[in-house]
C-alpha cells in the first residue's frame, strides 16, 4: 500500500477561491495531458477540451451562461432581485477563476448499436469516460499545487456555452473546472460512512 498516494487522493478539496496568480500555459498542458490517461470505454477517448484564460473569454462565457439562468429561474418564479445577486456572483466567480476548463463528450465517437439499449449505454459510456477525464483532471492539478471545482454550469446551459465558446455542435458540454493557485484550504466535507454505502456480499 502507499498511502502517500492515499493521501493525495484524499487531499484534493474543491476550492472556490484563487489566488490572482496566472497558471503557466505549460502547466495546463500538462495537467491536459495526464487528463488524457483517463480510462474510457473502447479506448475512445470521446473527452474534449476548451480552456479560457482571458478576462474577456471568461466573461463572455459567465454571460451567456447566466443569461439561460436567468430566463430559467424567472419562469421558475424567483424574485429578479435575487437573480441578480445570484447572476453578479456567478459572473465574478468565473472572471476570478485564473483559468477556466471546459469539459465536453464528443458525440459522434458511439458508434452505431444494434439496438435501443446498446445505444443508450454506449452514449453513457461515453458520458461516464469524459467524466473520468474530469476527475484525472483535478488530480493532476492537485499535484501540480494546483486546486480546481467542477462547475456544472454548462450542463444546464449546453447550446448557450457551445456558442459563446463557437465551439463544435457535436461537443456535449459536461461540466467545467475552474482551476487556480489556492486562497483557502477548506476542510474536507464529512463522507458519508462506508457501512451505510457498501453491501458485502
Ligand atoms: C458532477 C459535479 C458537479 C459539481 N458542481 C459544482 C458546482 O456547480 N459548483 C460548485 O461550487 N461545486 C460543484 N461541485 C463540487 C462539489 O460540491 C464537491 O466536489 C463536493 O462538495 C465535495 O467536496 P470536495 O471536492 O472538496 O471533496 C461539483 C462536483 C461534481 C462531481
Redesign the pocket.
Known amino acids: 500500500m502507499n498511502s502517500d498516494l492515499h493521501t493525495f487522493l484524499r487531499t484534493r ?2 476550492v ?1 477561491r484563487f489566488k490572482p496568480e496566472a497558471v503557466q500555459a505549460a502547466t495546463i498542458q500538462r495537467i491536459l495531458e495526464t487528463a488524457t490517461f483517463a480510462p474510457s470505454a473502447h479506448n475512445l477517448q470521446p473527452w474534449r477540451f476548451a480552456i479560457l484564460t482571458s478576462l474577456e473569454s471568461k466573461f463572455h462565457l459567465a454571460e451567456a451562461i447566466s443569461a439561460r439562468f436567468s430566463e430559467d429561474m424567472l419562469a421558475d418564479g424567483i424574485p429578479e432581485t435575487d437573480i441578480q445577486i445570484r447572476v453578479e456572483r456567478s459572473i465574478r466567480r468565473a472572471r476570478e477563476a485564473p483559468v477556466i476548463i471546459v469539459f465536453c463528450h464528443d458525440s459522434t465517437r458511439v458508434d452505431p448499436q444494434p439496438n435501443a439499449i446498446s445505444q443508450q449505454a454506449e452514449a453513457i459510456m461515453g458520458i461516464q469516460s469524459t467524466a473520468t477525464a474530469g476527475l484525472q483532471l483535478l488530480l493532476a492539478a492537485h499535484a501540480e499545487g494546483l486546486a480546481g ?5 454548462p450542463l444546464f446551459a449546453p447550446q448557450e456555452t457551445l456558442a459563446a465558446l463557437n465551439l463544435p455542435v457535436d461537443w456535449e458540454p459536461q ?1 467545467m473546472i475552474f482551476l487556480g493557485y489556492p486562497a483557502e484550504s ?1 476542510a ?2 464529512e463522507r458519508v460512512r462506508l457501512e451505510e454505502i457498501v453491501k458485502w456480499i
Request: charged share 15%; proline share 17%.
Open positions: 478539496r474543491s472556490r471545482t467542477w462547475i456544472c454550469w461540466g477548506p474536507a466535507p
